[in-house]
């Protein structure tokens, strides 16, 4: 192999603030698994977007390989991008980007991620989904139900209707309902998506509030929440509570860093318990300090 072949890559994750992330956990488990030379860091940028802009030029002539981006600027980054693929063009925001010799390449895999998770407790014969918010991560799992899923029927509910209504004008297949309609939705639905931020903790006081009772909602539907802080969301232990299946936002935020890893490690990523309990922990630590 080759000097070059053996010279640690860098890469990581971009955003403001970045402090929580579980990414540079997740890839340095995958590094230490594959014992390979590969660094990932968390950096916090200022100065809004022309400080993004700045950075990721930096980050690149400095030699990383990529960097996921994060809370605020998903957009910006598809936007200063050369080229991007075909889900975060339709997403319209980027959570990857990697450092070609001559151009930078926007994806998402938060739609990915979201449809890795979610799979394996989904039947074959899900039709409809229920996606509650119309906000950032709305838009990808949405891409996620009806382009990489096929659920050809999902009905957006959101508290603010005109950002329901937008969306739902965007993805061929989903129509908006009004916020106050949100249980009888639920009972019509094989998939609930909490992306709204309700239950998430703030502040490290856990968030005691759940969009839904699923007092409507069939023996066998699946019920996903994308908040990951708490991992048990009110929202979740009220599936847990009725038997329904549960699908929480780590099993999205995993699966989300493992196309990073393989693009700029080289290395395989394999989400299992183990990486599980790593994150779990990291969540508990977090809560009890
Ligand atoms: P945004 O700020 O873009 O959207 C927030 C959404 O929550 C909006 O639809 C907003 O409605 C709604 N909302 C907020 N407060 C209330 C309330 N009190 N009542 C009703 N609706 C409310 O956030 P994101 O979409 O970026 O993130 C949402 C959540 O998803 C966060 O908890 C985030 O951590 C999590 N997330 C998880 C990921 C994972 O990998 N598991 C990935 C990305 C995000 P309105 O439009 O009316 O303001």
């Known amino acids: 192999m080759s ?10 994750v971009v955003g403001a603030p970045v402090g929580h992330s579980l990414s540079p956990l997740i890839h340095r488990t995958w590094a230490e698994r594959a014992r390979l030379p590969f660094h990932y860091v968390p950096i916090e940028v200022d100065g809004g977007e022309p400080g993004f802009a700045r950075a990721i030029e930096g980050l690149r002539m400095a030699g990383f390989k990529g960097v996921n981006v994060t809370l605020p600027f998903k957009e910006e980054a598809l936007r200063l991008a050369d080229g991007a693929s075909e889900a975060a063009r339709a997403i319209g925001a980027a959570n990857m980007l990697t450092f070609n010799k001559d151009d930078i ?12 998770g979610v799979k394996s407790s989904l039947p074959d014969t899900a039709r409809r989904a229920l996606v509650l918010g119309a906000g950032g991560s709305a838009r990808a799992i949405l891409y996620a139900l009806l382009s990489l899923i096929g659920i050809d029927d999902v009905v957006i509910v959101n508290r603010t209707a005109s950002r329901a209504n937008a969306l739902a004008a965007e993805f061929a297949g989903a129509k908006s309902a009004a916020w106050d309609s949100r249980e009888t939705a639920a009972g019509e639905a094989d998939v609930i998506v909490n992306t709204t931020s309700i239950g998430m903790a703030r502040d490290g006081v856990a968030g005691g509030e759940t969009p839904l009772t699923l007092e409507h909602v069939r023996p066998l539907t699946v019920v996903c929440d994308i908040v990951y802080a ?18 929480d936002g780590l099993e999205m935020l995993m699966r989300q860093a493992a196309p990073g890893f393989r693009a700029w490690s080289g290395g395989q990523a394999v989400v299992d318990a183990d990486l599980r309990a790593a994150c779990e922990a990291a969540l508990n630590a977090r809560r009890a300090s």
């Open 3 to 12: 000097a070059a072949a053996d010279s640690p890559r860098v890469a990581g």
């Open 105 to 116: 390449h926007a994806d998402n895999s938060d739609a990915l991620g979201f449809c890795e």
């Open 230 to 247: 708490p991992l048990k969301t009110p929202l979740l232990r009220n599936a847990k509570a009725k038997g329904l299946p549960a699908v």
